[in-house]
């Protein structure tokens, strides 16, 4: 196959239609350069079709489609570079993936799309989390056994590798937030890094007439006044936080997306990204770190006046939300607490609550491995388990439990019960630190002569446990996702190429009727110019993964995958529904990730598709076709998501 030259690809079809000064607008879908032309008629169909790397040209809803196939991004690109006034802005609404429409109340949606990013934003750093949960879990066994002293060089070179991950999550999560909002990854990267920064890196300041040199949190704690042109700002720790890097990155991506289509090229470069950090920065310093500390202390002092009415109020509702203050962040304003009440009593009894909240998400965790069979699924819940039971609970969290709502409620209304059974006892703990099953000795013994209350401690921590993993496996997989898992699995099986003949089989990606392509209301696909395939009318709005592979290319509406053999598969929802502008889709997996057949690849909003007076249709395409073997299509009619749908013979691997 020819190698195509993008540039003169853009600037051959730019001429076809009309040149730039026939162009009101031009944006991309995930095969197609959709242009809006001041006048159609100036276009010459037959001159573009002929161009090199174009398959054909559509004319639909007022736009001029020019097919250009998995490469669109290739050809786009190029025209941005030789034509940035045609395309400036022009995607920006392509990265908005949450759908507004839906029958939950606002607070529902709200809660709803919320942990959509939230998981959509994990979802590529899972396997990296749990790696270093892992790390973390295995030093603590070997340094408690004595075989490794947490003094020497290589313990702490271990920690560090392990800690990492952790300690700099949020410019970890800067980038798959800014793919997510896109917004500009390096800006985001910068933004994320001044967050640690103030904590970090020590500067020269003057507290109390003298030079010192220390971070500028040190420096607020020291009892040094920070502010911003005269605005108090309350710095809080930023390491291992969530939320206000994510929060940071989506007022980055407004920001970009309101600026930057009225600034001039040629500044553009770095006037946009100067502009958000003089603007964002310190909106996250003077908004984020106050309200965190404000939320933070709100509650700790809230525990302290319920644990004076109730015990056992205080310890169910400690337990039950101490995950959810983890995911926001503002549980470090409980450590204080937990030290004062050591320094001064010799004890703590809100620490011990802490044990049931953890063990309450590895029994989650562990339910979800037990009661699913999809081998990714399996590998992240089995992994979370062993980090959060040696005190790491963020791959538990992130990775299994919270997209999972049901199973994320059952996690906290089991800790809950544990806590009430732990604070109702009135346990206590002699010491501070992280809380696993390694650390359930800190409330060992009586040294105070007060009463020993390890056994309760241990009662409720097992209590926690065993009740999620139990209603987890009954009660907190759905059914949609309990056959869709089966599917999965089933679909893993058969997946694989067959060494002996190099067969490929992909499977349906949505529940529904398949269809032939030749049944698609959409020239470009019915009429295989973009290669063979078959198409599902969806009574489901759940897309899976038909294939294992890279992804590729990631829009709204669409996914393309690449196999390790070199398929090249296209998953599209609907037709013209890159008009949509990506309402009533949720992207969930992020360009360059690795994904396994039945892996969620997009949930759509069926009903306002239709609403919206658009086809659902689902077309599957396999679009570099006419390079494999024979593909045949194996399925029709109604069927389910995983069953098997076409097969492609004699596929020879790519390096």
Not at 389 to 399: D, M, Q, S
Not at 419 to 435: D, E, N, Q, R, T
Not at 477 to 496: G, H, L, P
Not at 554 to 567: K, N, Q, S
């Amino acid at each position: 196959m020819a190698k195509i030259d993008y540039s003169r690809l853009a600037d051959d079809v730019l001429d076809g239609v009309g040149g730039e000064q026939n162009v009101k607008s031009v944006s991309h879908c995930a095969t197609r350069l959709r242009f809006v032309l001041k006048d159609n008629a100036q276009a010459d169909k037959d001159a573009i079709a002929k161009v090199p790397g174009v398959i054909s040209t559509v004319e639909s809803g007022g736009q001029f489609q020019v097919v250009v196939g998995n490469s669109v991004p290739l050809a786009y690109a190029a025209l941005e570079k030789t034509h940035p006034a045609l395309t400036e802005g022009a995607d920006a609404s392509l990265t908005a993936t949450t759908s507004d429409a839906g029958k939950s109340n606002p607070l529902t949606r709200v809660l709803n799309a919320a942990i959509g990013v939230v998981s959509a934003i994990f979802a590529p750093i899972i396997g990296t989390l749990c790696a270093a949960g892992i790390l973390k879990g295995l030093l603590m066994i070997v340094s408690t056994a004595g075989w490794l002293s947490t003094t020497s060089p290589t313990y702490q070179i271990l920690w560090t590798a392990a800690d990492a991950f952790f300690f700099f999550l949020p410019l970890i999560l800067a980038v798959p937030a800014a793919r997510k909002f896109g917004a500009n990854i390096y800006t985001a990267l910068t933004l994320a890094g001044a967050l640690v920064y103030t904590q970090v890196q020590n500067i020269n300041l003057v507290l109390n007439d003298e030079a010192v040199s220390m971070s500028l949190r040190a420096f607020q704690q020291a009892g040094g006044a920070v502010d911003f042109f005269g605005i108090p700002v309350v710095l809080q720790s930023y390491t291992s936080t969530v939320i206000p890097i994510i929060l940071a990155v989506y007022l980055q991506s407004l920001i970009e997306k309101l600026i930057a289509p009225r600034i001039h090229d040629s500044v553009r470069n770095f006037i946009v990204p100067l502009v958000v950090l003089v603007v964002v920065f310190p909106v996250a310093l003077l908004a984020l770190g106050p309200v965190g500390n404000l939320v933070g202390q709100a509650i700790a002092d809230f525990f302290l006046l319920v644990q004076g009415f109730s015990p056992v109020l205080t310890g169910f509702l400690f337990a039950a939300l101490w995950q959810v203050m983890v995911v926001f962040g503002i549980h470090w304003a409980m450590v204080p607490v937990f030290i004062n009440n050591l320094a001064t009593a010799g004890y703590d009894t809100f620490k011990p609550l802490v044990w049931p909240a953890v063990f309450g998400q590895a029994g989650a965790a562990l339910g979800v491995f037990l009661r699913l069979k999809e081998r990714r699924v399996r590998g992240i819940a089995g992994s979370a388990v062993v980090a959060a039971l040696f005190g790491v609970t963020e791959p538990a969290v992130y990775g299994v439990n919270v997209p999972r709502k049901r199973v994320f409620g059952i996690a906290i209304l089991s800790a809950g019960i544990g806590g009430a059974i732990v604070g109702g006892a009135g346990a206590k703990v002699y010491g501070y630190g992280l809380s696993g099953i390694l650390t359930l000795p800190l409330g060992y013994g009586d040294p105070l002569g007060l009463g020993d209350t390890f056994l309760w401690l241990i009662i409720g921590t097992v209590v926690a446990f065993v009740l999620s993993t139990v209603l987890t496996f009954f009660f907190g997989i759905t059914k949609k996702e309990f056959a869709a898992d089966r599917a999965a699995s089933a679909a893993e099986r058969a997946e694989a190429s067959d060494p002996s003949t190099g067969t490929r089989e992909l499977v349906v990606p949505v529940a529904g009727t398949v269809i032939p392509l030749a049944e698609v209301e959409d020239p470009v696909f019915s009429s295989g110019a973009m290669g063979a395939g078959f198409a599902v009318r969806p009574t489901d709005g759940k897309v899976v993964a038909p294939v294992s592979g890279v992804v590729e290319a990631v829009l709204p509406h669409a996914i393309g995958i690449r196999t390790a053999d070199g398929v090249e598969v296209l998953v599209h929802v609907g037709i013209d529904t890159v008009q949509m502008n990506g309402t009533a889709f949720t992207s969930k997996v992020a360009q360059g990730q690795q994904v396994s057949v039945g892996e969620a690849l997009i949930e759509a909003d069926l009903e306002a598709i239709i609403a919206a007076g658009y086809d659902t249709t689902t077309v599957v395409a396999v679009t570099n076709s006419d390079d494999l073997g024979e593909v045949r299509v194996v399925a029709s009619g109604p069927t389910t998501a995983g069953s098997p749908a076409l097969t492609i013979a004699a596929i020879v691997p790519t390096a």
